[in-house]
T-cell receptor, first 114, second 112 residues
Framework: DVKVTQSSRYLVKRTGEKVFLECVQD?????MFWYRQDPGLGLRLIYF???????EKGDIPEGYSVSREKKERFSLILESASTNQTSMYLC?????????????FGSGTQLSVL | QKEVEQDPGPLSVPEGAIVSLNCTYS??????FMWYRQYSRKGPELLMY????GNKEDGRFTAQVDKSSKYISLFIRDSQPSDSATYLC????????????FGQGTTLQVKP
């Protein structure tokens, strides 16, 4: 089974802090994604990456950046955390090609920014 | 107007009931339709994946797509307490980007 591991289950940070959310997948998937999930809004795509050192903006990239130095690892960075970034963050990966829509998700990181 | 609309529920049914979960969408370019299931404190997992219109069946689950009405459904037969979860519809236009548009999710509770 594909395993997507997010480094923290719960995280509490203060406004203005720099926050790193880490994600690792173990199935040699080409593509990795960061979504956030908010009540009433569903999942929204923040950033995604089709290859090492490549990144593309999703629908809500403002206030976020990403890093993909290795194929298996995709990091989400909040340069200066704000309270409106309190959310559940979900990392996902997919194999590539025509199976790109079949995403495998991690268990999520619940981030609270105080 | 959101691209994908999904009734958030919650929906509560007795064990053994037939459950119907639905999404409507506005973008006629969507061709790939998925249902993800998300248990509490877990990430979503892919449940059903369909392309274009028609039906797809997998055990107790049936996914239907009606592109003319821009409407998709997930039916669960003989529902079980273990089906209690949030069900998210998702869709995309290209099929090869992984950029999905999700509905808000419907929370389902199946009571024993």
């Amino acid at each position: 089974d594909v395993k997507v591991t997010q480094s923290s289950r719960y995280l509490v940070k203060r406004t203005g802090e720099k926050v790193f959310l880490e994600c690792v997948q173990d199935m040699d998937h080409e593509n990795m994604f960061w979504y956030r999930q908010d009540p009433g809004l569903g999942l929204r795509l923040i950033y995604f990456s089709y290859d090492v050192k490549m990144k593309e903006k999703g629908d809500i990239p403002e206030g976020y950046s990403v890093s993909r130095e290795k194929k298996e690892r995709f990091s989400l960075i909040l340069e200066s955390a704000s309270t409106n970034q309190t959310s559940m963050y979900l990392c996902a990966s997919s194999l590539g090609g025509q199976t790109n829509e079949k995403l495998f998700f991690g268990s999520g990181t619940q981030l609270s920014v105080l | 107007q959101k691209e994908v609309e999904q009734d958030p529920g919650p929906l509560s049914v007795p064990e053994g009931a037939i459950v119907s979960l639905n999404c409507t969408y506005s973008n006629s370019a969507f061709q790939y339709f998925m249902w993800y299931r998300q248990y509490s404190r877990k990430g979503p997992e892919l449940l059903m994946y369909t392309y274009s219109s028609g039906n797809k069946e997998d055990g107790r689950f049936t996914a239907q797509v009606d592109k003319s009405s821009k409407y998709i459904s997930l039916f669960i037969r003989d529902s079980q307490p273990s089906d209690s979860a949030t069900y998210l519809c998702a869709m995309s236009a290209s099929g090869n980007t992984g950029k999905l548009i999700f509905g808000q999710g419907t929370t389902l509770q199946v009571k024993p």
